[in-house]
């Protein structure tokens, strides 16, 4: 696939990181030092503008099958985006950091007469994909990682193993989990593994589970979840973009939210736009403050600043006063793990949420790539078995590499297999496989 990325911000490099080895990539900026971050990739650079006909015609924009625009200035990358689409037939992807511009450009999506008039296929905003997750993770107790599949009818858990889990200490094969659930993956020390019957569950594993939502339920509440721990209040620290919308969409629940902001203005603002959340008007690294509002006996502080030093600390404040659950904003990516190492229960990143939307949306989506777990060192793809395959059993199916088949769906059928379940020609299968193993289990089974 050849992938033309304007922009050579934080974006870019992950993406082009991620994908250089596989794909034919171009990155453009009117910035040299920016393009000699890529120097040491197998990839391409030019010197300037994507509004410019010359600089995308250099790019080879009429052979590109993605164009993504990630400058800093939307509607540079608005601009891009128009100019790819006019030169050829690229999937065009537009970042914005403004929720205005979200909403204008899907204005004019809507109201676009046909297909062809549409000059932005995907726009991506950051801020608002982080939401979403922060969002399904509270809406879901204990959980970790939060994906739906088959409209709903599948879904992707993730959970911690705490000192009180009772699958603490106990093989695989010995824990009686519920029918139609499976656990598909478990990450330990940074590490992702398909595990087997024979495997034990390790203080602080984080389990991977697929199954169909009454079953991942019943299990999450016999296993992971204390029946108690419906969240009743939160607290987010930040009231910028993601803390404002956060609170937007959590007042449409019955929990309970106090958002603190240090900024006095912002706080008015705040006030006049919400309506059952409290505004407090504070910093939130601020101890005593803390203290004095109960911090300590929030179900789940959120810290959502601009800051990740600030984030961490008023994470880490919030958990020492008695906090039960801190999830924390990140934007470098390279410190997830280690605020999950120091204490943060879930640490999210508005960056690993764009890279996450470009490939499940995008760029793996030819692969049939639904989901990414771990940074990316899992992947939950479909396959369409091919119309030739030969009735077998799953204990029989010999796969080339490790990997859970998780669901099969056969017309309407959603089917979570066990070793007799047989695979037919023309099922649909999800399949939950390492990254690199993603293509042999793709190949074995004939989907190209």
Not at 368 to 385: C, D, H, N, P
Request: charged share 25%.
């Amino acid at each position: 696939m050849k992938i033309v990325i304007y922009g050579a911000g934080d974006i870019a490099s992950i993406v082009a990181t991620e994908f250089f080895e596989d794909h034919d990539i171009i990155v453009i900026d009117p910035d040299v030092e920016k393009l000699n971050q890529f120097s040491q990739l197998d990839l391409s650079t030019i010197i300037g503008d994507a509004s410019n006909i010359n600089v995308l015609t250099k790019a080879d924009i009429k052979n590109a099958d993605v164009f993504i625009a990630s400058s800093e200035t939307d509607e540079a990358n608005i601009v891009g985006c128009i100019m790819a689409k006019y030169l050829s037939c690229a999937q065009t992807v537009c970042l914005v950091s403004r929720k205005e511009c979200k909403n204008s450009l899907k204005i004019i999506r809507d109201n676009a007469l046909k297909e062809d008039d549409i000059n932005i296929n995907f726009v991506v905003w950051p801020e608002e994909l982080l939401t979403r997750e922060i969002f399904s993770i509270l809406t879901v107790p204990d959980a970790l990682d939060v994906e739906s599949f088959h409209q709903g009818r599948a879904k992707l858990l993730e959970y911690r193993v705490k000192e009180d889990t009772p699958v603490l200490g106990k093989k695989l094969k010995d824990i009686d989990f519920e029918n139609e659930t499976l656990v598909v993956g478990i990450a330990r020390n940074d590490n992702l593994f398909i595990p087997n019957g024979n495997d034990e569950i390790q203080l602080n594993d984080k389990c991977i589970l697929m199954g169909t939502p009454d079953g991942l339920d019943l299990t999450a509440l016999k296993f992971f979840v204390d029946e108690k721990s419906r969240i009743k209040n939160v607290a987010i620290i930040g009231g910028g973009t993601v803390g404002f919308e956060l609170a937007s969409l959590l007042e449409k629940t019955k929990i309970k939210v106090k958002l603190i902001e240090k900024d006095y203005k912002r706080c008015e603002i705040l006030s006049e736009n919400l309506n059952k959340t409290l505004v407090l008007n504070a910093d939130g690294t601020n101890s005593e403050f803390l203290t004095r509002e109960g911090i300590g006996q929030m179900d789940v502080v959120i810290a959502v600043t601009d800051s990740d030093e600030k984030n961490l600390l008023c994470s880490l404040l919030s958990k020492q006063m008695g906090a039960t659950r801190v999830i924390t904003r990140v934007e470098q990516l390279a410190t997830v793990p280690l605020f999950e190492n120091v204490g943060v229960d879930v640490a999210v990143s508005p960056k690993q949420a764009a890279l996450n939307e470009i490939k499940n949306q995008i760029i793996d989506s030819k692969m049939g790539i639904l989901a990414t777990v771990e940074r990316g060192l899992g992947k939950v793809q479909e396959i369409q078995v091919r119309n030739d395959f030969k009735d077998i059993t799953l204990m029989e199916l010999k796969l080339p590499c490790r990997a859970v088949i998780a669901i099969i769906q056969r017309g309407t059928r959603i089917i979570i297999p066990k070793g007799q379940t047989l695979i037919r020609a023309n099922d649909s299968l999800l399949v939950f496989t390492m990254a690199d193993d993603a293509q042999k289990i793709r190949d074995f089974f004939g989907s190209k």
